[in-house]
């Protein structure tokens, strides 16, 4: 049985001891510990939860660690006083060490208004969730089964309510519940399915990659600035290419990138091997701890657009300076309507752009 979102109602826990999965205390940060020991202390359940779990399961060290609990966001608050609480959409406690940030999210709940919080939901989407429940409903809220995983900080076992363990196992990326209705709920899952394929190196199973077809064109009305922080997970955290390719596979791409992905349509293996060039070697420095910037990658990624929309201008007789320089602004002006990248990045975009021909015209000489 489903509820309205196409979450299952019903779960089967299965709790995994410690003696019976790889999970070590030494490979979770300090933060995260002192924030799930205190909350325990103060009588709170604590769980360190998602991808940090999945990763750890998987023995590969996570960049974040999210807390679950039953405390909400002002319990938190009233426990750390280096914590502050954040979000409509979402309400969220973040306790703050440093240069880490400790995420605690109170157990999302699957009832409405009338049994106490805050949800909202237009045309299918949802707009704000704030409505506390149990770790069984919250287990089910989550998106995909294997971020649905919880290990205990009273016990150090690892709770089990979706079946993320056998996804883990399996090698599968799955969503919980009906993915159409989680899709149009919240469409960025599409490029999170992509993402955690492409990182992981899973494969997404059927029934969640089917509706990518009939939905991807949701992912238009995302807010810009969103989808721009989803193309830096996607392409600055050492996967870039593999993401790139997942992305194409997927038909998901042309959602992000439409320009590009029109001239990737041709014939010219040209604009394509440069692409997959400047992931590789972005992925290299992530790979080597170098750094790496935005500007970059988003250069690489619109250079074709670029390129070609100055060169027919140029056909057409416009001064060579003239075309490149509104070639640039129409491109950009194209793109940043899709995804919203800073204008501190636009400008280093457009000063990599335009020393292109002069180069062009050094290599003549």
Known sequence: MNDDLGIPTTSSLRVIPREQHPISRRNISKAALRVLYRLNEAGYAAFLVGGAVRDLLLEIQPKDFDVATDATPEEVKALFRNCRVIGRRFRLAHVVFGPEIIEVATFRGTGDEEQGGDRHIVDGRLVRDNVWGSIEEDARRRDFRMNALYYDISDFSVRDYVGGMQDIAEHEVRLIGDPETRYREDPVRMLRAARLAAKLGF????????????????????????????????????????????????????????ATARVLEGDDPVPRQMIEQGLANTDARIADGKSVTPAFLFAVLLWAPVQGLAEVRIAQGQDVSEAWASAVAQVLAEQTQRVAIPRRFTYTMEEIWLMQPRFEQMQRR
């Open 203 to 258: 494969q997404i199973d059927p029934a969640s990659r089917q509706p990518f077809a009939s939905l991807g064109d949701l992912l238009e009305d995302v807010a810009p600035a969103r989808l721009f922080d989803e193309s830096l997970k996607l392409f600055l955290a050492g996967d870039g290419l593999k993401s790139f390719h997942q992305l194409e596979g997927c038909g998901l791409f042309r959602y992000l990138f439409p």
